[in-house]
């Protein structure tokens, strides 16, 4: 009759360096699997995740409570199923190609000056994160308060401020303007 293989997790929390890579060893294999079903396309990622989580985890295992296999494949469960849900929640953004275009051919009626501004704003949009360059498209471009923002993507009111403050301080940096937080000696030089 075999015998189930003495914990390592543990000796994980005991902080012993040997037991991580033991671990590795042993449970590699399944964290692997379970990575490959759970997350296809960003498999190594989804196992670096599970195996960060199970060493800070790992002084929560209780030999007593189940057998340690159990504990590693709840953990790998339960971060992937955190992963497909982070997924879920991220909005979709649209590119930029259409306003770029818009932007860099000027209509009659619009000075040229402006019509290179434009396309200068355009370029720096288009050199934000997609998030932010979505909300602050919503918002700067269809009017939309950050409440309604949030409503639309399903983005948290607090993550639709920051991904707005952190687009604009880094549209001001792309155009060259003063960033943020600058003090008033350096605003008047």
């Known amino acids: 009759m075999l015998s189930d293989p003495p914990p390592l997790l543990p000796r ?5 360096r040997t037991a991580i890579r033991d671990c590795i060893a042993r449970y590699g294999g399944l964290v692997w699997s379970l990575a490959r079903r759970g997350a296809q396309n960003d ?23 189940g057998v340690e296999i159990t504990f ?7 971060r992937l199923v955190d992963r497909r849900r982070q997924r879920a929640r ?29 396309a200068l704003a355009a370029r720096a949009l288009d050199q934000l994160r997609p998030e932010q360059r979505q909300v602050l498209i919503l918002t700067a471009l269809h009017g939309l308060s950050h409440e309604e923002v949030a409503t639309s993507t399903g983005m948290p009111l607090g993550t639709v401020k920051a991904h707005a403050r952190r687009g604009l301080i880094r549209v001001r940096e792309a155009l060259g303007e003063i960033p943020i937080g600058a003090t008033m000696e350096a605003t008047a030089r």
């Open 43 to 65: 498999a190594e990622d989804a196992v670096q995740e599970i195996f960060l989580d199970l060493w800070k985890s790992a002084a929560r295992y209780d030999p007593a409570l």
């Open 72 to 78: 590693v494949a709840t953990i790998a469960r339960r």
């Open 12 to 16: 994980i929390a005991a902080g012993d």
């Open 90 to 118: 991220t909005p979709e953004t649209q590119t930029m190609e259409g306003f770029a275009e818009a932007a860099a051919v000027p209509s009659s009626s619009v000075p040229p000056e402006m019509g290179a501004e434009a």
